[in-house]
T-cell receptor
Framework: TQLLEQSPQFLSIQEGENLTVYCNSS?????LQWYRQEPGEGPVLLVT?????EVKKLKRLTFQFGDARKDSSLHITAAQPGDTGLYLC???????????FGTGTRLTVIP | ETGVTQSPTHLIKTRGQQVTLRCSSQ?????VSWYQQALGQGPQFIFQ???????GRGNFPPRFSGLQFPNYSSELNVNALELDDSALYLC?????????????FGPGTRLTVL
């Protein structure tokens, strides 16, 4: 059972297009992290959001944490082939030792 | 700063065999977590080690066991391998005092059970 559901599961877009990935849950998280994973590698941490309503920007990537700290979104502007990968959200709950990972969104950006 | 390393990178075993996977944590990190990532899915938490003791466990049977050594490196052992154990096994290290449980992953070990 996944605490976090991501949508869409797969996304294939042309270079230069914009896209948004969603991460939803019925549970509250003390923080939420986004990772990108490329084939043959482990997930790499992109950002951590901790406050409800928080917005963080990382170059062309914008991350938002929902007001109730149950959901998050990742928006990519002008996608590039280098953005291709598996995007994972992961939630941290107070008292838990582990991260709860989402189901993942596999993004392909076509040149 | 040395990142998380894992060995071996790939492994092929048959049903019923036993396997040991190894992980060296990032320098300065004292906590190691292991995750199983099946094809097309997000990582699932197996267990975490801190101060050489298991400190939290996910929904995995006892045939999944581990160790942490004084230098914070860790092993994951799986006995009586089953076909469904085929997956990418990820090790992540972190600092116990980190506020947000941010974890730093190794490249993983791809285990295939035939």
């Amino acid at each position: 059972t996944q605490l976090l559901e991501q949508s869409p599961q797969f996304l294939s877009i042309q270079e230069g297009e914009n896209l948004t990935v969603y991460c939803n849950s019925s549970s509250v998280f003390s923080s939420l992290q986004w990772y990108r994973q490329e084939p043959g590698e482990g997930p790499v941490l992109l950002v951590t959001v901790v406050t409800g309503g928080e917005v963080k920007k990382l170059k062309r990537l914008t991350f938002q944490f929902g007001d109730a700290r149950k959901d998050s979104s990742l928006h990519i502007t002008a996608a590039q082939p280098g953005d291709t990968g598996l995007y994972l959200c992961a939630g941290d709950q107070t008292g838990a030792n582990n991260l709860f990972f989402g189901t993942g969104t596999r993004l392909t950006v076509i040149p | 700063e040395t990142g998380v390393t894992q060995s071996p990178t790939h492994l092929i075993k048959t049903r019923g065999q036993q396997v040991t996977l190894r992980c060296s944590s990032q320098s300065g990190h004292n906590t190691v977590s292991w995750y199983q990532q099946a094809l097309g899915q997000g990582p699932q938490f197996i267990f975490q080690y801190y101060r050489e003791e298991e400190n939290g466990r996910g929904n995995f049977p006892p045939r999944f066991s581990g160790l942490q050594f004084p230098n914070y490196s860790s092993e994951l052992n799986v006995n009586a391998l089953e076909l469904d154990d085929s997956a990418l096994y990820l090790c992540a290290s972190s600092d116990w005092t980190s506020l947000y449980n941010e974890q730093f992953f190794g490249p993983g070990t791809r285990l295939t059970v035939l």
